[in-house]
């Protein structure tokens, strides 16, 4: 009885810790100077290179986006986080999926399998190319509603 008390001591803790990184992360984003539409469309050009396939460019891509637009640069690089571990294979999936849908099934479509280990070079240009037009289609359906509830709490943030 006293391990599964401690075990449940230990995920209470656990779970403590991560309430108060997300409420730092929110805080985080709320001390960012710039006005509202400027931050807004920061988080929103980092959602849109976060969707795309390009592991290690994302941040530099969302950066990069953001000087274009005219937008922060570190809310681009934390807007490419909607893809990071946890979120690489649904979220590519559901990309492909889009690609599909768009531009017919593919010679041989990849297995769970393969998309779960990354052999992404194996499956070719067929492949690549249903899965970067769902991506960008993706993130332009993505980016805006999060650019848009950025603006829309910071704005909140400022009337008070």
């Known amino acids: 009885m006293g391990r599964l008390r401690q075990s449940d ?3 209470a803790r656990s779970l403590r810790r991560l309430v108060r990184r997300l409420k730092d992360a929110l805080q985080w984003l709320r001390r960012q100077q710039g006005t509202p539409g400027y931050q807004a469309r920061g988080l929103a050009v980092g959602v849109f290179s976060g969707c ?11 950066v990069a986006l953001a000087g274009v637009m005219r937008g922060h640069p570190l809310l681009a ?4 986080w909607i893809s990071n571990p946890f979120t690489y ?3 590519y ?13 593919a010679e041989s479509p990849p297995s769970l399998n393969q ?6 070079a194996e499956l070719g240009w067929s492949f690549g190319v ?6 960008v289609l993706m993130g332009l359906v993505v980016a805006p509603p999060s650019g848009w509830l950025c ?5 909140r943030r400022l009337r008070r």
């Open 9 to 11: 001591a230990l995920a």
């Open 52 to 62: 795309l396939p390009f592991f290690g460019l994302q941040i530099v891509l969302g």
């Open 77 to 80: 690089a934390a807007g490419t």
């Open 89 to 91: 294979l649904p979220l």
């Open 93 to 105: 999936w559901l990309n492909l999926q889009v690609g599909i849908l768009l531009l017919g099934p």
């Open 115 to 120: 998309l779960a280990s990354l052999q992404l």
């Open 130 to 135: 249903r899965l970067l037009l769902g991506s």
């Open 151 to 155: 603006w829309w709490l910071q704005r």
